[in-house]
């Protein structure tokens, strides 16, 4: 029985129960490793269903078991049928699954008799902005009982959404209602638990107080047992009546009643789960991408970050929010900005307008600004709008945010226009910004007074360079007469050249800095104090894998960039921040330690987390390595290659020696060689039982002329970090 304050709302679909109820008879559940019976035409189809999500396509959900019919084979240039064995009308509905395109005629499933359309349904896609998940869909078809009938599912479109997802095909003689539901709540406690599902049809959720929707976003909503618990603030609703509405639920669902408020943010094992990074940041609960808006302010290093609060899959673009004193240990504070009419809330920067350009400031703090682009049709609120750039501001130390009431401040230029990165040049006393054109290699520079006015100041080619771009000043070999300027892009290239504040004029580049596989989109921070004048960078560990956990994806550990001559020109190195060895514990050291063929065990060490440092001369082996938790990272003399996590990177030894800094952690390495010429930073899933570490040399005998390791503590042991 549903409970009193579970309301059902106007739906389309009811129930419609005859009186003689049979069992219901399945058409096709697409389980199989082939499509047996069901005749293939083109090539949409691909050899046999899918098995959820192909090859550059968003995350596809909402269908049953492990397939599903997925035209999407090879893209959305291929085009087919696919067409079933005959069948009789036997039950007085016919229903599926059905998601992806929106065209009628192309992107379509049809019920056909001697050859006729008699019934037809289509995707719910037709512009950017859509979701991969499959929903119900049903026929009346008890005007056609006892009839022949054929099913056609029909993929003749190409572009955007040219394909059609397809499963569990079932005559029954009940309708599945598609409906809304909502639920009422007085918010008198901090935070609201929502379900989550992974692989669930995403819902579109709404929260509405005093009869205006305040927020509205999709999620996995678990149906039946969550896979984890996910949250919300709620402190602006506090003492508030809130309506949860969701959309496309089946009548019967209970999902709503599991919605629950709490004193506590969910879980019990809360930073401590099995895959959880114990000095990378992650964020509670929901996936993570790109760093964004890294700012220094009133002794606090700001993280904002790519986040889906409401699901641990790519979607929802909000922007998430930690705060540190230390660059080590992280506060992760409520989402600062979320999605609107103009779209999700994309990469950007941030900036201290330290001389009050906007008119914000109001009392002591200095106004924090974020400058992010608006990624029209990406949301409902949004459809049929551009990519545009936008602003919103804290003048509380970044504990509150607030959109600019003229936003966005820069039209769109040029397609998905995105990722501004704003720097103030003193020298030509403007902001500016770099801004990706959403075409690879090009770039554009934009000046502006207070960050609310731009005009466009010049071109900036980058060969090749795609998305998330930074540009920032440092001295060369550490002599602050001779200085640089260096532009970067998403892929961790970069151009080493000059910059007038008009235009930038590379003078070599570009130059590939990252050799891991997990490393993308990373941002330096901005107004770190002068007495400090380190330019520290953080990145996402692109791709990691965390089964079964309630978060995805990490962040790189703080490292620091540097300019220095080499004979090859000027390049950037790498190296961790100084204060990620205040989590230094136990030490294990060993000097000129001989190597052999023989992996040679380090006594006393066991752990998920370490800090290493290494100088290993290479005398007359082939190779020299550590293996790491069944991970090897390793030197080969022959080829001057260093190989780590099946990534290499060209390492010449420097008078017959290198010298390696690795940190591990649960599920990720990041190595830096010879003093950060060469950094890798990749993920990998542990094996459970394998905690120990050896050292060894292949080719003859070597030596670790130096060999330290440090156990290393969480920084999420403490209550206070939590």
Excluded at 202 to 229: C, H, N, T, Y
Excluded at 358 to 366: A, V
Aim: aromatic share 10%.
């Amino acid at each position: 029985m549903r409970t009193p304050f579970a309301l059902l709302l106007l739906s389309l679909y009811f129930y419609s129960v005859p009186a003689a109820v049979g069992p219901d008879i399945l058409i096709a559940d697409f389980e199989g490793g082939d499509y047996g019976l069901w005749k293939v035409e083109g090539e949409a189809f691909g050899p046999a269903p899918a098995r959820g999500t192909l090859p550059h396509q968003m995350p596809v959900s909402g269908f049953e078991g492990k397939a599903l019919v997925n035209t999407f084979f090879n893209g959305d240039g291929a085009t087919g049928t696919l067409t079933s064995p005959p069948l009789k009308i036997e039950r007085h509905y016919i229903n599926f699954l059905l998601g992806g395109g929106g065209d009628p005629e192309k992107t379509c499933i049809n019920l056909l008799i001697d050859g006729e359309i008699v019934r037809t349904a289509t995707g719910p896609n037709t512009a950017p902005g859509g979701t991969e998940a499959l929903d119900w869909h049903s026929w009346e078809v008890s005007d056609l009982a006892g009839k022949d009938a054929t099913i056609q599912i029909v993929d003749r479109a190409t572009g955007g959404w040219g394909h059609i997802n397809v499963d569990q095909i079932v005559q029954s003689d009940r309708k599945i209602a598609n409906v809304t539901l909502a639920r009422e709540l007085k918010i008198d406690k901090p935070y609201l638990h929502l379900p989550v599902k992974g692989g669930a049809a995403k819902r579109r959720m709404r929260f509405v107080v005093d009869g205006s929707m305040v927020r509205q976003f999709d999620i996995e909503l678990a149906e039946d047992g969550p896979d984890f618990w996910t949250y919300t603030e709620t402190a602006p609703y506090r003492d508030k009546l809130l309506r949860i509405e969701v959309d496309r639920m089946r009548a019967e669902s209970d999902a709503l009643e599991r919605i629950r408020l709490a004193d506590t943010l969910p879980g019990e094992d809360l930073y401590q789960e099995p895959l959880r990074p114990q000095f990378h940041f992650s964020p509670a609960r929901g996936w993570t991408n790109d760093p964004n808006g890294l700012v220094y302010y009133d002794g606090e290093y700001h993280l904002f970050f790519q986040h889906n609060p409401y699901g641990t899959a790519w979607g929802n673009m909000t922007w998430g929010h930690a705060v540190s004193t230390d660059l080590v240990h992280w506060q992760q504070l409520p989402d600062a900005i979320h999605l609107d009419n103009l779209g999700t809330i994309f990469s950007g920067s941030a900036v201290v307008d330290q001389e009050n350009t906007t008119g914000w400031q109001t009392g002591r703090h200095k106004p924090i600004v974020c400058i992010y682009t608006s990624a029209g049709g990406t949301n409902a609120e949004s459809q049929g709008r551009p990519f545009t750039q936008s602003i919103a501001y804290s003048i509380d130390r970044g504990r509150t945010w607030t959109k600019h009431g003229g936003n966005p401040v820069l039209d769109n230029i040029h397609g998905g226009n995105r990722d501004p990165k704003v720097i103030w040049h003193a020298p030509s006393s403007q902001w500016v910004m770099v801004l990706y054109l959403d075409e690879r290699g090009k770039f554009g520079l934009f000046g502006s007074p207070d960050l609310k006015k731009w005009t466009k100041l010049s071109d900036l080619p980058f060969p090749e360079g795609h998305e998330c771009p930074d540009l920032f000043e440092l001295p060369v070999d550490a002599d602050p007469a001779l200085r640089r300027w260096v532009a970067w892009e998403g892929g961790g290239r970069y151009l080493v050249g000059r910059f007038d504040g008009k235009a930038f004029t590379a003078e070599s580049g570009p130059h590939l800095s990252k050799f891991g596989p997990n490393d993308y989109a990373a941002q330096t921070y901005s107004d770190i104090p002068a007495s400090d004048g380190r330019r520290i960078q953080i990145a996402w560990m692109a791709g990691g894998k965390y089964p079964g956990m309630p978060f995805n994806q990490q962040m790189s550990v703080p490292r620091v960039l540097t300019l220095r001559t080499t004979p090859e020109g000027i390049r950037l190195f790498f190296e961790p921040v100084e204060e990620l060895k205040k989590l230094r514990d136990k030490h294990h050291g060993w000097k000129d330690l001989a190597l052999g063929q023989a992996p040679k065990p380090l006594e006393g060490i066991a752990g998920d987390r370490f800090d290493i440092e290494a100088t290993f001369d290479l005398a007359k082996a082939e190779t020299v390595g550590l293996e790491i938790r069944g991970q090897k990272i390793e030197y080969s003399a022959a080829d001057k290659q260093l190989r780590a996590l099946d990534k290499a990177a060209p390492l010449d030894a420097v008078s017959g020696k290198i010298r390696l800094r690795i940190l591990v952690d649960r599920t990720s390495i990041e190595v830096f060689a010879n003093g950060g010429r060469v950094q890798m930073a990749g993920c990998y899933l542990p094996e459970s039982d394998n905690k120990g570490l050896a050292a060894y040399a292949t080719g003859g005998h070597a030596a670790a002329v130096a060999l330290d390791v440090w156990e290393l503590r969480s920084i999420w042991k403490e209550k206070e970090n939590l």
